[in-house]
C-alpha cells in the first residue's frame, strides 16, 4: 500500500481526501496564527479532521466488504435494500433493519416510507443494530477478515455521540426545572453554532413537542420563566433557517402562539427573535398564510408602535414578507398599520424599510383612504426632496402615484409642490426608471387638469 493507503484504489475518495486535508490546513494555519481565532474556526477544522477519518475508515471499509461479497454470508446479514452484506446496519421506524449508505440515500430522496413494508415512517432516526452489527463482526472473523469499528458521521457531520447527545437534550426538556433551563441553553448554543442540528429536528415528529414541553399545561411553573422562554425562541429561529425545518416548525400548532406570546411579552433580545423567527418563516407562501390566520401581525404591529430599537428592524422584515400576499395586507391594514408606519416615517424612524412595507399597501383601497386622511401626501413629498436614496424616493412617488388616483382632491396639493419646488419634475429627470415614469405620469395629469381648468 502506497501514500494515499485505501484512497489510491478509489479515485473519488482520494480526490476528497486531498480537498479535505487543503482545507484542514488552511483551518490549522487561520488557527495558529490568529491567536483570537473564532471557536467557529476550531469547530470547523475539527469537522474537517472527522470527515477524513471517517473516509479513511469507509475506504478500509469497503475493502474488506468487496472480499466479503464474494462470500456466500447468512441472508439474515444482507441488507433487504442493497441485497448486499451490511456494514453498519440500522434500524428504521418500523423496526426493519438495513445498511445505512443505503437507506440513508432512500430517505435523502424524499422518501418517507419503509422500502420493504411500504408503511409511513413515523420518523426518520435511524437507530445502530448492535446484535446484528456483532454477529456480523463475529462471522467475519470466522472466514478470516476483520470487518473493523464503525464511526458513523451523517453527511451533515453528526456523529452517533451528538445523535444520542441530541436526544438526551430533547429529554430533559421534560424534566425537573434546572435540567430545562440547561438543556434548553445547550440546544440554543448547538443549533446556532452547528447546522448539522439543526436538521435533527426534522428527523422525528416528536423532536419540536418536546423542545416546546416546558409551555406545556403539565408544567405551567416553567412558563414564567423568561431565560427558558428567550432559548427556546431562539432555538425555534436557529430552526427555521434550516429551508427543511420551515414547514415542520410553522405547521406545529403550539409554535406561532408561543411566538405570538413572546412578541407580547417576552424580553426585548426575545421578542427580537421571534419577529426574527416570522420572518424567516415566511419565505414559504404556504406559512406566510398559515402565520397570518394566527393573528400573528397584530403583535407584530403593536411592537412596530412600541419602537423597541433592537426589534424594530426584525419586526418590519417580518410584516414585510408576511404582506407579499394579499390577504395579509388586508389583515395588516385592519391592524392599525398605516398609521403606526406614517407616524414612524413622519418622526424619520427606519424610513427606508417602513417606506417598503407602504408602498406594498397601497395596492390595498382602504390604506390609500387612511393615507390620505392621515397626511401621507405632504410627508412623502417632503421625503422625495430630502432623501437621497433612489429606492426611497421610487416608493414615495408609487404611493403618491396611487393616492392621487384614488382622491382626486390631492391634486391641488401635487400641483403646488411643483410650482413651489418642482419637486417631480426633478424626479421625472433623475429617479429610477421606475421612479420617472410614475412622476411622467403625474406631471401628465398635472398639465392636463391645467389645462381643462383654462379652457373652461
Not at 152 to 179: C, Q, R, V, W
Amino acid at each position: 500500500m502506497t501514500k494515499t493507503g485505501v484512497f489510491e484504489s478509489d479515485p473519488p475518495a482520494m480526490a476528497k481526501a486531498t480537498e479535505l486535508k487543503k482545507e484542514l490546513q488552511r483551518l490549522v494555519r487561520a488557527i495558529v496564527n490568529d491567536e483570537d481565532c473564532s471557536a467557529q474556526t476550531i469547530d470547523e477544522a475539527k469537522e474537517k479532521l472527522c470527515a477524513l477519518k471517517e473516509l479513511k475508515l469507509s475506504g478500509k471499509r469497503s475493502l474488506s466488504l468487496k472480499l466479503l461479497q464474494t462470500l456466500t454470508c447468512p441472508e439474515e446479514f444482507r441488507c433487504p435494500f442493497s441485497k448486499e452484506l451490511m456494514g453498519d446496519p440500522v434500524i428504521v421506524a418500523t423496526g426493519q433493519t438495513y445498511d445505512r449508505p443505503f437507506i440513508q440515500k432512500w430517505l435523502k430522496a424524499g422518501n418517507r416510507t419503509c422500502p420493504l413494508t411500504q408503511q409511513v415512517l413515523s420518523h426518520t432516526i435511524l437507530t445502530p443494530n448492535h446484535i446484528i452489527r456483532g454477529m456480523i463482526s463475529k462471522w467475519c472473523k470466522s472466514q478470516g477478515i476483520e470487518l473493523g469499528p464503525v464511526h458513523y458521521i451523517n453527511e451533515e457531520g453528526i456523529t452517533e455521540a451528538d445523535h444520542d447527545h441530541f436526544l438526551s437534550l430533547l429529554e430533559k426538556m421534560s424534566s425537573t426545572l434546572p435540567e430545562q433551563r440547561q438543556a434548553a441553553k445547550e440546544l440554543r448554543l448547538l443549533t446556532k453554532r452547528m447546522p448539522s442540528f439543526r436538521a435533527l429536528f426534522g428527523e422525528s415528529l416528536d423532536a419540536i413537542p418536546q423542545l416546546l414541553m416546558p409551555f406545556s399545561e403539565s408544567m405551567p411553573q416553567a412558563g414564567l420563566h423568561l431565560e427558558i422562554q428567550e432559548d427556546v425562541i431562539t432555538t425555534l429561529l436557529n430552526l427555521s433557517i434550516h429551508d427543511n425545518n420551515k414547514k415542520l416548525v410553522a405547521e406545529n400548532p403550539r409554535v406561532i402562539p408561543l411566538l405570538m406570546e413572546a412578541l407580547r411579552s417576552g424580553s426585548i433580545e426575545t421578542m427580537a427573535n421571534a419577529a426574527a423567527a416570522l420572518f424567516t418563516l415566511s419565505a414559504l407562501d404556504s406559512n406566510k398564510s398559515l402565520i397570518g390566520k394566527s393573528g400573528a401581525l397584530g403583535p407584530l404591529i403593536d411592537l412596530l408602535e412600541e419602537e423597541h430599537p433592537l426589534a424594530m428592524k426584525d419586526v418590519a422584515s417580518a410584516i414585510f414578507s408576511l404582506c407579499k400576499i394579499n390577504e395579509n395586507k388586508a389583515r395588516a391594514v385592519q391592524n392599525g398599520a398605516v398609521r403606526v408606519i406614517l407616524k414612524k416615517i413622519m418622526n424619520r424612524i427606519h424610513v427606508d424599510e417602513l417606506l417598503a412595507i407602504l408602498a406594498m399597501l397601497s395596492s390595498h383601497q382602504k390604506a390609500i383612504e387612511e393615507m390620505g386622511e392621515l397626511g401621507a401626501v405632504s410627508c412623502l413629498l417632503s421625503i422625495i426632496r430630502e432623501s437621497s436614496c433612489g429606492r426611497n424616493k421610487e416608493n414615495c412617488i408609487a404611493i403618491l402615484h396611487t393616492i392621487c388616483l384614488y382622491d382626486r382632491t390631492k391634486w391641488k396639493e401635487m400641483r403646488e409642490e411643483e410650482n413651489t419646488h418642482g419637486t417631480i419634475s426633478e424626479l421625472a429627470e433623475n429617479g429610477t426608471s421606475r421612479a420617472k415614469k410614475k412622476a411622467n405620469d403625474i406631471l401628465g395629469r398635472l398639465n392636463r387638469i391645467v389645462n381643462i381648468m383654462h379652457t373652461s
